[in-house]
């Protein structure tokens, strides 16, 4: 009867996947012939699958993996992303299964989130949106989804789940972009030599931001995974990710990538942990890269790039004109003090007509200085909720950075507070983190 329930439970993962890839292809199937009736009974088996998915505890794996999809999650072009409405349920569901418990801070930071963002609204003249509703029912209800989730969530399931999203996502956008009702749902940048892909995603680098999330799980997996089977996969996985964010031609992608390595080559070669399987991996990564970067399909991504770098003669150029909107977005702090103290209230405006692509300079603007660092005070004790039952002294500071650079370096050139990834990542980086003191504990 035990080793019945142990592949039971071995199986069920591969079920989960399997009904992931299958209602993806659906959806694809539905887009391109415009079919109403097929995408509909898709978006809501998607929802249903949600719903087993938080009974079999595999809910955050399949959110990861839909992540890359959520711009296809649409009835129509145009249209809301059911991907929003099943993070919502996911919330909803853990609610309920936790008897309505909510911890003081949710309830708290939520509602003063929610005055300094109305006095803000009305201060600037802005209107009451879905997504401010959606906001701060995430503020309030979000923490139940992630509480103790070090102890239920496995990295090298969430890290599987969301590579296989991110891969089947470019891959098939890269296909069937030939299609005219899907390619509405797909960007290409052509000009020049230069070609930009980024899957479903309107933009390259918030495509690639998933990327460098994944590479850095995957990474932190590698330089702990003792078994040569799951060792070959993770490493057939990290390459797969590396052509896909090559796609992109996204110079963030490039370097943040570059200080992925940077960082993960020492942890590799540390002494403690030094010994023939780990030289086996060293060298097998060198070969496999040698293959990889000597192909004709990553030589002519890799041409891409260069051209791409090779335009940037200051740092202007270099940043594709970020670091001019950054010192515009700045002067307006210096000069408006009521935007600087209560921000634009969390609505759909930017100064100008221009984002600001930062994170940071984006949290000042939407919340204001007042409202902001309890926005990061509410997302550090969500965090810190994750440690539940986690020693932090035993999280090892390079995997820590590791995590950190992967997922919230991009975000220093991308506006991410109106997106489901402001909520999905962070969790997936703090697991990350914990995954190497989990370890540490078990050996």
Request: proline fraction near 2%; charged fraction near 15%.
């Amino acid at each position: 009867m035990n080793r019945i329930d142990k592949a039971d439970l071995a199986r069920r993962p591969v079920l989960a996947l399997a009904g992931c890839v299958v209602l993806s292809a659906l959806l694809c199937v539905g887009q391109i012939r415009a079919a109403t009736g097929l995408i509909a009974a898709t978006l809501f088996a998607f929802l249903l699958f949600l719903l087993w998915a938080s009974s079999e505890n595999n809910v955050f794996a399949v959110l990861l993996y839909f992540l890359p999809w959520s711009p296809l999650l649409k009835l129509y072009y145009g249209g809301f992303s059911f991907f929003t409405v099943g993070l919502l349920l996911t919330c909803g569901i853990s609610f309920l299964r936790d008897k309505g418990r909510i911890r003081v801070y949710q309830v708290v930071l939520t509602c003063v989130v929610m005055a300094l963002t109305l006095v803000g609204k009305a201060v600037q003249g802005n209107r009451l949106a879905f997504s401010y509703a959606f906001f701060l029912a995430m503020l309030l209800l979000f923490p139940c989804v992630t509480k103790g989730s070090d102890q239920r969530l496995d990295l090298w399931l969430l890290t599987a789940f969301f590579a296989c999203g991110i891969i089947t996502a470019a891959l098939s956008a890269q296909q069937i972009a030939r299609y005219p009702n899907i390619s509405r749902f797909i960007k290409v940048d052509s000009y020049l030599t230069i070609t930009r892909l980024s899957g479903y995603y309107g933009d390259p680098n918030f495509y690639s931001a998933h990327i460098t999330a994944c590479l850095a799980g995957i990474q932190i997996l590698l330089s702990r995974e003792r078994q040569r089977l799951r060792q070959l996969l993770l490493a057939m996985l990290a390459v797969l990710l590396l052509y896909c964010g090559l796609l992109s031609a996204s110079k963030t992608f490039v370097v943040v990538t570059a200080l992925l390595f940077f960082i993960w080559v020492p942890i590799l070669l540390e002494r403690h942990s030094f010994g023939t399987g780990r030289l086996r991996l060293i060298l097998g990564i060198l070969c496999a890269g040698l293959l990889v970067f000597t192909s004709t399909a990553f030589q002519e991504l890799m041409r891409i790039m260069d051209t791409r770098f090779s335009y940037a003669s200051n740092v202007s150029e270099l940043t594709t004109g970020r670091t001019d909107l950054w010192v515009n977005y700045l002067k307006e702090f210096s000069s408006n003090i009521p935007l600087t103290l209560l921000g634009e209230g969390y609505s759909a405006v930017t100064l100008h007509g221009r984002a600001s692509h930062n994170t940071l300079i984006q949290g000042v603007y939407q919340f204001g200085i007042l409202g902001f660092p309890l926005v990061i005070a509410w997302l550090f004790i969500t965090l810190r909720g994750i440690y539940a039952r986690t020693n932090l002294r035993q999280i090892r500071w390079n995997d820590l950075l590791l995590a950190a650079i992967g997922v919230a370096l991009p975000w220093m050139g991308l506006d991410i507070l109106f997106f489901d990834e402001l909520f999905l990542l962070p969790v997936y980086a703090a697991i990350a983190a914990a995954y190497s003191a989990s370890e540490l504990k078990d050996g």
